[in-house]
């Protein structure tokens, strides 16, 4: 059974910083892109970032460009993705989630992954 486990979340102050981590248990002879989601309730989940497997290609939603910075680690048995944040703002604040293998052309679309973790919450205090 296909795992993403999310870690790192918490409660900072704006203007702070936070480093979330995605463990994933896929096979990593796939080779597949990886990436974050948000969900504030009662919104529609909002696509964060989005990495290729050699990290060739990063892609992120306007409103976290140049605070947000994606990144991951491939090992012969387990891949790990991050998502440094800096220069919280409250607006931030949602549950995030890590998503892998992406099917579809757009990765802003939530019917474009596969997988899903569990979330992990930031909040971001002002």
């Known amino acids: 059974q296909v795992q993403l486990v999310e870690s790192g979340g918490g409660l900072v102050q704006a203007g702070g910083s936070l480093r979330l981590s995605c463990t994933s248990s896929?096979?990593?002879?796939?080779?597949?892109?990886m990436g974050w989601f948000r969900e504030v309730r009662g919104k529609e989940r909002e696509a964060v970032a989005s990495?290729?497997?050699?990290?060739?290609?990063?892609?992120?939603a306007d409103s976290v460009e140049g605070r947000f910075t994606i990144s991951r680690a491939n090992s012969k048995s387990t891949v790990t993705m991050y998502l440094q944040m800096t220069s919280l703002l409250p607006d931030d604040t949602a549950l995030y989630y890590c998503?892998?293998?992406?099917?579809?052309?757009?990765?802003?679309?939530?019917?474009?992954?596969?997988?899903w973790g569990q979330g992990t919450q930031v909040t971001v205090s002002s």
């Open positions: 990495i290729t497997w050699g990290s060739e290609y990063t892609y992120y």
């Open positions: 896929i096979r990593t002879f796939s080779r597949y892109s």
């Open positions: 998503v892998a293998v992406v099917t579809g052309s757009d990765w802003r679309s939530q019917e474009s992954w596969r997988h």
